[in-house]
């Protein structure tokens, strides 16, 4: 019941979102650019996306080393793979990350180490992006003159860079008593993880680094579809923009990001001087090619022999265990 109450609350936030982000803009000027359209772009943002998916798998395989799993980069990049499938297709429920820790669970590394894998590689990613956003900040804030926009931008920024620090420093403090509470105890055990890829300034290096590629890629393969449809937008203007939106999008509210990214990309953009449609049409594009990355993922998943039914059967079974 839970579980279908959150899918109802996300699917009505994106639909809503969505309605609203095409409201605000001029129709005529988004299909204008549409039929501008150049497949070959789009198909080299997807293929900049599939590429950004095996660095995720590079880093996935780090991070799961300091938790003590030991993954090889074929299948790490096969479960990256199948979890853009279901990030697109089942968000609110299991998702990207719930099948990482479902499928590397069932190589035999448990469902805690698991977990704590796919939670610091989602720490990493964000950190870095938010270091990324803090040093494009000088040139970001000169894009954006309205100080609203500049507070909220700051705020997410420093938030989003401070979070995760905060949350392994509280954990380092859980002891004691504290660990008669599973939660707390997991918490603990996460921290411990993250201290092991401090530990090694090689690992924490690697991870520090695939995660500014990835999000660079990131901004690249925007970039490819603004190029797709003949965007009077600039690579330096989607580097300084695409990050923030980015760390917003982070927020799971909605369907595989949907609504937010649109509502947030035409925000940026006009803030920053530049055409609301051209933001829409952007967000639009950069789904679609992540999308297309999520039917490649699907395609593996089904060749990979697992069923859609254990994967639920084995979630609900997770869930139903009370905690100790």
């Not at 979890?83 to 035999?108: C, E, K, M, Y």
Request: glycine fraction near 6%.
């Amino acid at each position: 019941m839970r579980r279908a109450l959150v899918l109802l609350t996300k699917t009505v936030v994106s639909i809503l979102l969505v309605y609203l982000s095409f409201r605000w803009v001029e129709a005529d000027s988004l299909s204008a650019r549409l039929r501008l359209l150049a497949p070959e772009w789009i198909a080299l943002a997807v293929a900049l996306m599939i590429i950004q998916t095996a660095l995720l798998a590079l880093r996935w395989q780090r991070v799961a080393f300091a938790c003590a799993a030991t993954i090889g980069f074929a299948p790490a990049l096969q479960i990256s793979l199948i979890a853009n499938f279901f990030n697109q297709v089942l968000p609110s429920t299991i998702g990207g990350d719930g099948a990482r820790i479902w499928f590397l669970a069932h190589r035999g590394s448990g469902w805690a180490v698991a977990a704590y894998s796919v939670l610091l590689d989602r720490f990493a990613g964000v950190f870095v992006l938010a270091i990324l956003v803090i040093v494009c900040l000088p040139w970001s804030l000169q894009l954006v003159q309205d100080p609203i926009a500049r507070v909220a931008l700051l705020v997410v920024a420093f938030g989003a860079l401070t979070a995760p620090p905060t949350l392994l420093l509280i954990g380092t403090h859980l002891s004691g008593p504290f660990q008669r509470w599973a939660p707390a105890r997991h918490w603990a055990a996460a921290t411990n993880c993250a201290q092991n890829l401090l530990r090694s300034r090689r690992d924490s290096a690697a991870v520090i680094a695939y995660s500014a590629l990835i999000h660079l890629l990131t901004v690249a393969a925007a970039w490819c579809c603004v190029v797709a449809v003949s965007g009077p937008v600039s690579f330096a203007q989607v580097l300084f923009l695409m990050p923030p939106v980015l760390l917003i999008a982070v927020i799971p509210i909605s369907i595989a990001g949907w609504g937010v990214r649109e509502t947030s990309m035409i925000a940026a953009f006009a803030y920053a001087g530049l055409a609301e449609s051209d933001g829409l049409t952007l967000s639009i594009l950069v789904g679609a090619a992540g999308f297309m990355v999520g039917i490649l993922g699907g395609i593996v998943w089904i060749m990979s022999g697992f069923r859609m039914k254990e994967l639920y059967a084995t979630f609900a079974k997770f869930e139903a265990i009370p905690p100790n």
